[in-house]
């Protein structure tokens, strides 16, 4: 596409305001910002133009919510072995396979680079990436399969993610496992309908959220593979947490077992006025309520057993059926959102400018928000301390620092639970367990078992358990 071209096109949809930098510009940033022009599909933003004047939906009549039935899966481990073990079958057979969502900008972090090249582990300091290399890595010993690893990331981090695997040798696993996608970026608009620009020669765009992974899944041949594969199943997890457990037995096993087309991993909210999504039934079609959706009365409700009756947050832990996907990129029934944000942008005289309030439209989709258009979901419940650390924040809650105190709590459980003595364990300031040693609790104990006076007495670590 030539300039006279992508004036063309940008001026057809009132957006030649993009080239008002046109002259300063040097052969390489016009080439890039031409190429941007020529990807952007125009009409496709002149359609979610409409979205910005839509009157934000009405909240649900509180009558209509209802909690939907979950299973915890302690009560799978202790009396539903059976569910278990088809987890187990399945996972040798190879029929599940991990989809990463690594795609995000993390600007609440405000890292250099993509979120899994954060070194998070409390002991070694190893980044999100390995944990997760490792975890794959363990798990095919364990099941004696080959895992394949799915991940998008985005425009803006694909070429560093893919060179942080490329500069430690993929962790160990095989390049042919892991498959990086790209997902769509779509520009924002002001209130106006026009495009910001980044840079004198860039169109400010954001990557199109979690949702879109599922187009994203079928335009990068994602699909197609994982059918030649024999995958059936996608363990969805992001990228920012590093206690997750990509391979759940369990859970896998349950959606087996009851041939849901999706199943999400849930876990109590901290407190009523936790603010997370909470996954509800709305009329009977389970959903994710945000928090601000749902009236304070509701929200403080309890049940019959002294809980609170809406009490299942949303971790975005999910086991998405292949077909499924399938089936709603064939139907296209995804629907963006619209979030009005704070945008810098590059004003009219060539400054950078910073907004101290909301500005522009981005629009994005959530993962979750093909969940109404499930015929048979299911929910596991799992402990809260077991899996979620998330590393949101630079720092306070949600930050580096508590998601090492909670991967520092866990092992240090493992260990106790173990039978190491507590006045030792409460003497180590961090442990570190690598999946690599154990994948669970039990397989931990297992391990250790016999071996605790040991390393009690020499207080030293050996490869993949380290304490300090
Ligand atoms: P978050 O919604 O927490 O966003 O993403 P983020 O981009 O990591 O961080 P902030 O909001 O800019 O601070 C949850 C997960 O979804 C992925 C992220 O990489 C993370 O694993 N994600 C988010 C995508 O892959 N694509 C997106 O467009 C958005």
């Given at each position: ?9 940008a ?16 052969k ?18 002149e359609?979610?133009k ?25 009560k ?11 987890g187990?079958?399945?996972?040798k057979?190879?029929k ?35 944990l ?6 363990a798990?095919?010993k ?21 060179e942080?695997f490329e500069e ?17 970026m779509?520009?924002?608009i002001n ?20 949702g879109?992974v ?9 699909l197609?593979h994982a ?10 997890v ?13 859970h896998?096993?349950?959606?087996k077992?009851?041939?849901s ?16 999504g ?9 959903q994710?309520?945000e928090?601000?959706?749902i009236?304070?009365e ?7 057993e002294?809980?609170?009756l809406l009490n ?12 499924f996907?399938?089936q ?21 005289s ?9 500005n522009?439209?981005k ?5 979750f ?13 799992d ?7 998330p590393?949101?924040n ?15 709590r866990?092992?240090?459980k ?18 570190e367990?690598s999946?690599?040693?154990a994948?669970?609790e ?8 016999n ?18």
């Amino acid at each position: 596409m030539d300039y006279k071209e992508a004036f063309e096109k940008a001026s057809k949809f009132g957006q030649e305001h993009i080239f008002q930098f046109w002259d300063e510009l040097s052969k390489e940033e016009r080439e890039s910002l031409l190429k941007q022009v020529n990807e952007i599909d125009f009409d496709e933003i002149e359609s979610l133009k409409k979205l910005t004047s839509k009157k934000e939906k009405a909240n649900p009549d509180p009558k209509s919510i209802s909690a939907p039935n979950s299973i915890k899966k302690e009560k799978i481990m202790k009396s539903e072995k059976s569910t278990y073990e088809q987890g187990v079958t399945t996972l040798k057979e190879g029929k599940v396979a991990c989809l990463m969502v690594a795609g995000g900008q993390g600007s609440r972090l405000g890292f250099e680079g993509p979120k899994g090249c954060f070194p998070i582990s409390p002991v070694e300091n190893k980044t999100l990436f390995q944990l997760f290399a490792e975890q794959i890595l363990a798990n095919q010993k364990k099941y004696d399969v080959n895992l394949q690893w799915y991940m998008m990331t985005s425009v803006a981090n694909n070429a560093q993610t893919k060179e942080f695997f490329e500069e430690n040798n993929y962790f160990g696993l095989d390049k042919k496992q892991i498959h990086f996608f790209v997902q769509k970026m779509l520009p924002a608009i002001n209130k106006e309908g026009k495009f910001f620009l980044k840079t004198k020669s860039e169109i400010f765009t954001n990557p199109n959220g979690t949702g879109g992974v599922y187009s994203a899944l079928k335009e990068n041949g994602i699909l197609d593979h994982a059918k030649k594969n024999n995958i059936e199943f996608f363990s969805f997890v992001n990228v920012d947490n590093p206690l997750v457990e990509i391979f759940d037995p369990a859970h896998i096993g349950l959606v087996k077992e009851r041939n849901s087309d999706y199943s999400i991993k849930v876990v109590k909210k901290t407190n009523p006025e936790e603010k997370v999504g909470l996954i509800c039934n709305v009329n009977g079609i389970t959903q994710v309520l945000e928090y601000s959706n749902i009236s304070e009365e509701l929200t403080h409700e309890k049940n019959e057993e002294n809980d609170l009756l809406l009490n299942l947050a949303n971790l975005n832990i999910l086991i998405i059926k292949r077909d499924f996907i399938e089936q709603i990129l064939k139907d296209n029934l995804l629907e963006y959102v619209v979030a009005f944000k704070k945008i810098p942008f590059i004003s009219e005289s060539g400054e950078l400018f910073q907004p101290d309030s909301p500005n522009g439209y981005k629009f994005e989709t959530f993962v979750f928000d093909v969940m109404p258009l499930t015929k048979n979901i299911s929910i596991i419940e799992d402990l809260r301390e077991d899996i979620f650390a998330p590393v949101k924040n630079a720092e306070g809650v949600d930050s580096p620092l508590t998601a090492r105190l909670l991967m520092n709590r866990k092992a240090k459980k493992w260990m106790l639970k173990a039978g190491f003595d507590k006045e030792i364990v409460d003497h180590i300031d961090f442990a570190e367990i690598s999946p690599l040693f154990a994948l669970t609790e039990e397989d931990f104990i297992e391990k250790v078992e016999n071996k605790i006076e040991f390393y009690e007495n020499e207080m030293i670590a050996e490869e993949n358990f380290y304490f300090q």
